[in-house]
């Protein structure tokens, strides 16, 4: 028989035991009832910019590197750059770059190529691409090119060549030559896959040839210029926004080098090609074509469904490196730029701009809404540029949002100048949207998680134009990914504010990059969208309309509180006088300095120097840090409410005075930052330093006295502050009124709603190294469907997609079970996004999804294409195929390879990789397609395995 004593123990033991396995670490609470902000609709857009070869070379498909012998900059003069010139006779041949017979003034140079000998000479004029041209098999191929005949007389062939020098494509063109600059197009369908093609102009005969502008497209591109797997990537981001053409390049290193959009229109042959801006001694090659110009970005925007941001130069060159502002006459150039672009893209037809519109192909309006106005550019020789866009382009298009830059980072000396000047402007002359440039490191990101919270909501909303998280190593990885999923849960709670937000930059080539980390990484036969772009597609394409209230904390933990002593102190030197500290209206403390600070017991210096004069507290820290006094006699409780009333001075320049509250010791503390350059109030938790305020920019002069008032009503801090003339309180203005919820993490969370499905999307980052037990409730619903689909994204911190493992981190989704009351364990290192349905039905299921292929039989070289010619839902709706994880499968592994197929972007191209290895003389494929958590299969192909005979 059990003792009473031990059965007292085992329920004891029991109820631990349970409370341990059971009893969730976390707390979410969802007030459905209770509605947010309103999400804006334009949130998540991509940023374009030609920067790591990401237009020519990338997303722009020409294949030909350096295709009008244009190739001339500071670092090379190599006009024939990518090109060989191969011959029977080198003594024959006269090859060189001229441009007396130009095929246009933007298009200066062409190769002229003289044969002399009256014997059959055969001279091949080679490209080599970028790194060597990839061609797949079967697949067409559009080489032109412009040829002016002199006197050739002879016959020329187009054709591939594989490395090893093996023709695997031919065509000539049946068109005769003329003495005229003439446009020729033939197809080339090569019949064999390589990463290592070239393309061969080979010339029999005698006489002298001009040739000029040849490029070569894969026909199975978007409008038969853009990498259709890169297209892809951004359709399937659903961007909301495309913001282009950059960045820095916007700027250019020089007046030549500035990017002018009407260099980028109209036929490709005219455009006027330039040098790019991210070239150096190690990438000397690195040109813009323009190939890739403003008329396409804008039918890309119109093909993403996104809304054209495009940029414009501000009439400054690049201040990073060096520039600065033109000279007035040429700023007038840029103005006029701006405003002939927005009618370009919004005037009718009749308009001189909107003729040239319709004359490229499209007559109705491309609905412009947004102009940005340079780019980083800082200081008052900018505000001055801004101010005259400002003016002319209101009086034109008053309707189109200007977006003026704020420097290249979110909180130094030039974005507080910055701000500093918007804050002063007058309403009407303000830019709609502020261009907020955030590349900083992980931390950053969660210790600024408050920023937008209460920013001032009559200052420009925020356009986040570049951002991304910069580790250590600059990698892509989930580290950097999660900080910006944690700020992106910040966001969207402050939609109301940051109406956009892109990350940059977008494309990267693999081993041409000048920067990094990148959104998606590509080379001529693969892309790679990272983590970073997992976790924003994720976000993206679960976008609600508004938010709904919702707690995230720790199970019975207390929330933060404002008690400790208070203090003050300063960055160089500063004077205070008057400290007076009222608790609940009555008088505590009137402190005159009146003692000498050695002889009374009421403060402790913390830190820097401190001395009494004339009943003024003089304070100085010349070092980092701030100095610290702390007042020993009072101590704030978070039961009552205070006002602290303190007179300042700063006297040196740079000089910022700090007041100290609910100091609790040397890490923790609140500190409120008195500075020309920006008042603002930090937290600072276990010695980590979180920003609680926006910044204010009250004008503080040197020598001049100041009187800030704090009041404290529970977790709320509100701050005044004033200008003293002869004890006069002057100008007294609401520094900022701000609540003191800090979020320190690990958890980050945001919940949409989505009016037109109903579901409830919850978004959470977990930051830690530990699964999470949490328990979900929602109250003010009428109904949860019991199952809900979560998406998750996790792995190690270090983890990211490579080349070598491009699927490394990819969203996970399954389904779960919920109910207005659920426990759910959330991964350690994890963004989810859960949704929940608040309508009795079932998530749509995949009915069928098709493949075919145009081939039945394949050798041991051969290449063949599946095609995925079908896929519906349930509810006969196409499949989201953006959405949806697809891959195929093969009854013989050992023998099939599934490769990745940039005309597609999806691992569908088969090749043979041993015939040793062959079961049978044929194999089966089919694919499978991964929505909504439910998986299905599609039919298969049987293939025939034919011997090659090589
Ligand atoms: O995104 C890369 C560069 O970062 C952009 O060109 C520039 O705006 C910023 O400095």
Redesign the pocket.
């Known amino acids: 028989m059990m003792t009473r004593k031990f059965m007292i123990f085992v329920l004891i033991f029991l109820f631990v035991i349970s409370f341990s396995i059971f009893a969730s670490d976390y707390q979410m609470n969802i007030d459905f009832s209770k509605k947010d902000k309103e999400i804006s609709p334009l949130l998540y857009g991509l940023?374009f910019?030609d920067?790591n070869y990401a237009a020519d070379g990338g997303l722009y498909a020409n294949l030909i590197q350096n295709s009008s012998f244009e190739f001339e900059n500071a670092y090379t003069k190599d006009k024939m750059y990518s090109w060989e010139i191969i011959s029977t006779n080198k003594e024959e041949i006269i090859t060189s770059i001229e441009s007396i017979k130009s095929i246009n003034e933007n298009n200066p140079n062409y190769l002229k190529i003289s044969i002399n000998s009256d014997q059959d000479q055969r001279v091949q004029l080679l490209n080599k691409g970028f790194d060597g041209i990839y061609v797949i098999q079967d697949d067409s191929y559009k080489v032109s090119l412009y040829l002016q005949n002199e006197n050739f007389n002879g016959e020329i062939e187009i054709f591939l060549q594989d490395e090893k020098g093996k023709v695997i494509g031919k065509g000539a063109f049946d068109k005769p030559l003329t003495n005229e600059w003439e446009k020729y197009e033939i197809i080339l369908t090569p019949c064999k896959t390589t990463e290592s093609a070239r393309l061969v102009i080979n010339l029999k005969g005698k006489g002298t040839l001009l040739l000029d502008m040849i490029t070569m497209f894969p026909e199975r591109s978007w409008n038969g210029i853009l990498r259709n797997d890169l297209v892809k990537l951004m359709k399937d981001f659903q961007s909301r926004f495309l913001r282009f053409p950059?960045?820095?390049?916007l700027e250019g290193d020089s007046f030549e080098n500035i990017y002018r959009w009407k260099d980028t229109i109209g036929e490709p042959v005219s455009r006027k090609m330039n040098y790019n801006l991210w070239y150096s001694r190690e990438f000397p090659y690195y040109f813009q074509s323009y190939g890739l110009g403003f008329y396409e970005y804008f039918l890309l925007s119109d093909y993403l469904n996104a809304e054209p941001v495009p940029t414009v130069n501000c009439g400054m060159t690049c201040q990073?490196r060096g520039g600065g502002p033109l000279a007035l006459d040429q700023t007038y150039q840029f103005v006029q730029d701006a405003i002939d672009l927005i009618e370009f893209a919004n005037s009718s037809t009749d308009s001189e701009w909107g003729k040239v519109r319709r004359e490229l192909g499209h007559s109705q309006p491309f609905d412009l809404n947004f102009v940005g106005i340079g780019?980083?550019q800082w200081g008052w020789a900018y505000f001055n540029k801004y101010s005259l866009f400002h003016d002319s382009l209101k009086a034109h298009f008053p309707e189109i949002n200007l977006i003026a830059g704020v420097g290249?980072s979110p909180d130094d000396a030039l974005y507080h100048e910055a701000m500093n000047w918007i804050t002063d402007l007058p309403q009407e002359e303000k830019p709609d949207y502020i261009d907020e440039?955030i590349?900083r490191s992980p931390e950053w990101f969660y210790t600024n998680i408050h920023r937008y919270d209460n920013y001032d909501r009559n200052m420009p909303k925020v356009f986040i134009?570049?951002l991304?998280a910069h580790n250590d190593k600059m990698s892509n990885n989930l580290e950097s990914a999660l900080a910006e999923a944690a700020f992106l849960t910040a966001i969207e709670k402050n939609s109301d504010v940051v109406k956009m937000v892109s990350y940059?930059?977008l494309f990267a080539k693999i081993g041409y990059n000048q920067?990094q980390p990148n959104f998606v990484w590509f080379t001529d036969t693969e892309a790679i969208p990272t983590v970073n772009y997992q976790v924003w597609k994720l976000f993206s394409r679960n976008l609600g309309d508004y938010v709904i209230e919702s707690s995230l904390a720790k199970q019975r933990e207390t929330s933060y509180s404002i008690t400790g002593k208070i203090g003050l102190g300063s960055r160089r030197n500063v004077i205070f006088e008057n400290l007076i500290i009222l608790e609940e209206k009555n008088q505590v403390i009137a402190e005159r300095f009146s003692e000498p600070l050695d002889e009374t017991m009421k403060f402790t210096i913390v830190n820097g120097n401190f001395e009494i004069l004339e009943n003024k507290l003089l304070s100085s820290h010349q070092t980092s840090g701030f100095s610290c006094i702390q007042l020993n006699e009072f101590f704030m409780d978070d039961q009552k409410d205070y006002s602290i009333s303190v007179d300042f001075k700063i006297t040196q320049r740079l000089g910022e005075a700090v007041v100290y509250l609910g100091l609790k010791d040397k890490n923790n503390y609140l500190l409120l930052h008195l500075a020309n350059e920006g008042s603002y109030l930090e937290l600072v938790s276990d010695g980590i330093s979180y920003q609680m305020s926006p910044y204010n920019y009250f004008p503080l002069a040197i020598n001049q006295a100041y009187r800030i008032f704090i009041d404290i009503t529970g977790n709320s801090i509100k701050i005044e502050m004033a200008e003293l003339n002869d004890s006069k309180i002057n100008n007294k203005e609401l520094l900022f009124d701000v609540s003191i919820r800090p979020n320190l993490g690990p958890l980050y969370q945001v919940v949409n709603y989505d009016e037109q499905s109903g579901d409830i999307i919850i978004k959470v980052v977990n930051s830690s190294q530990e699964d999470l037990k949490t328990n979900i409730t929602i109250s003010g619903v009428d109904y949860i469907y019991p199952k809900g689909l979560i998406t998750i994204i996790s792995g190690n911190l270090n983890d990211g997609n490579t080349l070598s493992n491009p699927n490394k981190i990819i969203p996970k989704t399954k389904q779960i079970e919920v109910s207005k009351d659920f426990d759910y364990q959330i991964e350690k290192n994890s963004v989810s996004v859960l949704r929940l349905k608040t309508k009795a039905e079932d998530f749509v299921k995949p009915k069928t999804i098709t493949i075919d292929s145009t081939k039945s039989k394949i050798g041991v070289n051969d290449t063949l294409r599946i095609e995925i010619t079908n896929c519906l839902m349930e509810n006969g709706e196409v499949c989201e195929l953006g959405e949806a994880l697809i891959w195929f499968e093969t009854d013989n592994p050992e023998l099939v390879d599934f490769n990745y197929d940039i005309t597609t972007g999806y691992n569908s191209l088969i090749s043979l990789n041993n015939l040793e290895n062959m079961k049978s003389d044929s194999f089966k494929v089919w694919a499978k397609v991964r929505i909504n958590g439910y998986e299905i299969k599609s039919n298969s192909l049987t293939f025939e395995v034919k011997d090659d005979g090589n």
Not at 246 to 249: L, M, P, V
């Open positions: 940023f910019e920067i950059g960045g820095c390049i990073a780019n980083e290249p440039h590349y134009g570049e991304a940059a930059p920067w």
